[in-house]
């Protein structure tokens, strides 16, 4: 079946630090790929997406680009900032049977210290 | 537009007990989710429906019931609660089918407690 698989946390990192979060999935069609972000407190929103192999999504200075030869969509920010610590899961959506809902990775949580 | 509400926000309950988690989402979307997440984990889907009246199993069911009379509503029933539903339940709405890459919509969550 579908997996996701996330970068162990959790991450702390100085403001203005680079940011990668791995994600590496499996999927048996042609997923389409999401990074949803959880800020404390709230439920989990849309950070971005790419639907087909090397599409980039990108949003708020966040990128992942759609990797099929390596089944990955790892994310990354080039300069962090302290509000950007929160939870962040990676998911997919496969094409087909099952694809009205999303498989999620079990969540990278990231802190950024000033 | 309040998006997708639920309550109560948090609850504690007792073994055996029953609650229902109300869910309600003002964007006339089609689709809606209830997810649980435990510490560490990703989030479960527990059931989905694509519309009024038509619901389905997801991955973790087992425990749970769900009905959908409205386009609005999508509560979710806890029968004989148990410790191993301590969990944080998240609702989620979506316009269309996640598989295109559809984002789904979700509410802030509730925080349940079996003692």
């Given at each position: 079946g579908d997996s996701v698989t996330q970068m162990e946390g959790p991450v702390t990192l100085s403001e203005e630090a680079f940011l990668t979060i791995n994600c590496t999935y499996t999927a048996t069609g042609y997923p389409s790929l999401f990074w949803y972000v959880q800020y404390p407190g709230e439920g989990l929103q849309l950070l971005l997406k790419a639907t087909k192999a090397d599409d980039k999504g990108s949003n708020k200075g966040f990128e992942a680009t759609y990797r099929k030869e390596t089944t990955s969509f790892h994310l990354e920010k080039g300069s962090v900032q302290v509000s950007d610590s929160a939870v962040y899961f990676c998911a997919l959506s496969d094409v087909g049977?099952?694809?009205e809902k999303l498989t999620f990775g079990t969540g990278t949580r990231l802190t950024i210290i000033p | 537009n309040a998006g997708v509400t639920q309550t109560p926000k948090f609850r504690i309950l007792k073994i055996g007990q029953s609650m229902t988690l109300q869910c309600a989402q003002d964007?006339?979307?089609n689709y809606m989710y209830w997810y649980r997440q435990d510490p560490g984990m990703g989030l479960k889907l527990i059931y989905y429906s694509v519309g009024a009246g038509i619901t389905d199993k997801g991955e973790v069911p087992n425990g749970y019931n769900v009905s959908r009379s409205t386009t609005e509503d999508f509560p979710l029933r806890l029968e004989?609660?148990?410790?191993?539903?301590?969990s944080v339940y998240f609702c989620a709405s979506s316009?269309?089918?996640?598989?295109?890459g559809n984002e789904q919509f979700f509410g802030p969550g509730t925080r349940l407690t079996v003692l």
């Open positions: 049977f099952g694809n | 964007m006339n979307h004989l609660a148990a410790p191993s539903q301590t316009r269309e089918i996640t598989g295109g």
